[in-house]
């Protein structure tokens, strides 16, 4: 009971029956390290060299203490379901044969336990795990519903880091390389416009922006550009002799104006402003009048 609450609920929900568990995994068995090949559905491709030095180190001390998953196929040869870095690391300390449960998998269900397998015990960066929820919705016909499912997350996570895929490769990048948190992302995906992403993205390198900072940014961003689109329709609504009443206001003052008039001739006008700055600016400039 402890095992599977270490594990979390993605991985018993991969597999519906535990018994079938019991009966598709074999007692440990000493495997050819020649014999084992890497698993072509692996969603972590790309592996810290310093950890991996380390590990062997440990590896080639203590021996490798936690077995590898792995099916049988073609003939006397095996393929890796989760364990990949024990498997490099084993490597690297010269160790010919490894201990390894041995067990049945279709494709599908080794691309999904490797995903579960790496998720919940490795720390993959954003994007991999992205590019890992994708290649199970394109490859395994999952929706975004039963994947969350399957790996134990809300439905808003999931769709959170399938989000991030939309961002422009620099920026992937960026946060593969740690120079931008998950958090910078989420915020900089509310741009429509790569460009801009991409524009604010360099600000954070070179100004070492907080997330709290491009949040508010994007925000800023999204409202005055709201602004202009509801101007936008407020000039093709107004009658003609209102235009250059708007015009000069928004001349008059440093922020967007709205004016709006209805059929009686009765309307209202909406100043906006960014900070209280904005706004004191904005009351000098009415005081200054009287």
Known sequence: ???????????????????????????????????????????????????????????????????????????????????????????????TKIPAFIREADDD???????????????????????????????????????????????????NYLRLLRLPAVIQKGLREKEISMGHARALINIPESETQVMIFEQILKYDFSVRRVEEIVRNLNAEKSGQEESATEKGKLPQQYHNFRESLAKFFPTPVKLSVNNEGKGKIIISFKSADDLQKIVKIIENQK
């Open 1 to 95: 009971m402890v095992k599977r609450n270490a594990l979390g609920r993605g991985l018993g929900a991969l597999i519906d029956d535990a018994d079938k568990i019991k009966e598709q995994v074999s007692g440990i068995a000493e495997i050819e390290v020649s014999k084992i090949e890497a698993n072509p559905f692996q969603p972590r491709t790309r592996f810290d060299q310093e950890a991996l030095e380390e590990l062997s180190a440990s590896i080639r001390e203590i021996g490798l203490i936690q077995p590898i998953t792995l099916r049988k196929f073609d003939g006397e040869k095996f393929q890796i379901i989760a364990g990949e870095r024990r498997f490099r690391a084993a490597q690297m300390a010269g160790l």
């Open 109 to 159: 269900g080794m691309l999904e336990m490797a995903l579960v397998e790496n998720i919940q015990r490795e720390d993959l960066d954003s994007i991999e795990i992205a590019l890992s929820y994708q290649r199970l919705i394109d490859e395994c016909n999952l929706t975004q519903e039963t994947l969350s499912t399957r790996v134990g997350k809300k439905r808003s996570t999931v769709s």
